[in-house]
């Protein structure tokens, strides 16, 4: 065994995540481990459209800043395509009549517990329901999936999430191989 | 302005990280925000060697159990290419003549700030000052880059950052595009 929990306590919980530290004792010997969880898992939308465009948003997130992604969201307990489903209305105006699951993934797992879903979304048509000025978005743009590329190589793309879903959509693809 | 902070304290602090609570005003009106700091911006790193395989690690994380990545860890408040030099040495016993770096990212921006750098090693040779007991590491392995791709596609990888990392290193070796 790798790790063993000598006891547990909940630090801080709030509707999104919760914070627990535990006194462990694992492979550097006895010590403590501070565990975030989010409630739910997130969910991340790449869109693509018949001129080989990728949906971008960009939006102030409260941690980082600005930031350019994908369009993504919390699952909210819904099943993850359905959230993905109701993530790329809200945030885009936009549905898709095909959705491929494309990767799970977990993020920061030094420190958190954050199951990831990531969708391909094709076949795309504007739809009611929009609601990005609640979502935070401030803009939408349709990129061509190359330009994505160079954004991400050049950093006006810096969300690890939005690497890691585009890397899943290029493997699925055969963009990257 | 997108967000105001009202107020914020400290509910969580340890080695690693620090937890706040803010009472916001955003985007959906007043409400609270929790916010998670990682003290030290994390290091990922794609080695990659002369007969194109990349190097990965496998580990047993406290957070999601077993999980198949790239070398990785956090910067203890070096310069990160410091702590990428240090950290692939310490994981892999290995030592790169070659450092590009490749890809700055934020992970789990609606939650956490955490920077996160990545560096492309080549040019590798054995070293010695490997520590793979203490950090945790069962097996360092060497797989071919389209193998390793398969693995991301079929989840036998599923950690974000290296799905992230490998993106990175896909688009400046012009493998994705």
């Not at 993934?105 to 969708?119: D, K, Q």
Request: hydrophobic share 40%.
């Amino acid at each position: 065994m790798t790790w063993r929990t000598n006891h547990s306590r909940i630090v801080y919980e709030n509707p999104w995540i919760s914070v627990r530290e535990d006194a462990v004792t694992g492979p550097a010997g006895d010590g403590i481990y501070g565990v975030v969880t989010l409630r739910h898992p997130a969910v991340f939308i790449v869109a693509l459209d018949e001129q080989d465009r990728v949906c971008l948003v960009t939006l102030d997130r409260y941690t980082v800043g600005r930031s350019v992604e994908v369009p993504a969201g919390g699952s909210d307990g819904e099943d993850p395509l359905i959230a993905a489903q109701r993530e790329l209305l809200e945030e885009t105006g936009m549905q898709a009549a095909s959705w491929t699951a494309i990767g799970k993934m977990n993020a920061l797992n030094g420190v958190t517990i954050a199951p990831e879903y990531v969708f391909l979304a094709q076949t795309l048509t504007a739809a009611e329901g929009s609601a990005q000025e609640e979502e935070g978005i401030d803009e939408v743009s349709w990129v061509p999936f190359d330009e994505v590329l160079q954004m991400v190589k050049d950093g006006r793309i810096a969300d690890g999430e939005t690497v890691a879903a585009l890397a899943y959509a290029g493997i699925h693809l055969g963009r990257f191989r």
